[in-house]
């Protein structure tokens, strides 16, 4: 089955940090670029950073500075390190497998939700 399965969400306060894992599952990562997007309630969802199949990292302006992509092929996973969170990053946070940054999404993860909350 191929999947996408995220972890590491979960509540934190204003200021707190928190790691996004993104695992691949009968495929590999390394052909992919992975997008994260997030979607806060009553709000659309919106891309949040993208690294692409060679490392390159791409960031939403408001998360610049704070947020950080990595990968790591030899375990098949994708990392969002999220730093400084604010209420406004409250919301669903989903990996998503791309052959190209912006492109069309092939993979979904399930989701994690991030709380930003004192």
């Known amino acids: 089955q191929l999947q996408l399965v995220e972890s590491g969400g979960g509540l934190v306060q204003p200021g707190g940090s928190l790691r996004l894992s993104c695992a691949a599952s009968?495929?590999?990562?390394?052909?992919?670029?992975i997008g994260w997007f997030r979607q806060a309630p009553e709000k659309g969802r919106e891309g949040v950073s993208c690294?692409?199949?060679?490392?390159?990292?791409y960031y939403l302006n408001s998360v610049k500075g704070r947020f950080a992509s990595s990968r790591d092929n030899a375990k098949n996973t994708v990392y969002l390190q999220m730093n400084s969170l604010q209420p406004e990053d409250t919301g669903v946070y989903y990996c998503?497998?791309?052959?190209?940054?912006?492109?069309?999404?092939?993979?979904w993860g399930q989701g994690a939700q991030v709380t930003v909350s004192s």
């Open positions: 998503a497998a791309v052959k190209v940054c912006g492109g069309k999404v092939d993979y």
């Open positions: 009968g495929f590999t990562l390394d052909e992919y670029a």
């Open positions: 690294i692409s199949s060679d490392g390159r990292p």
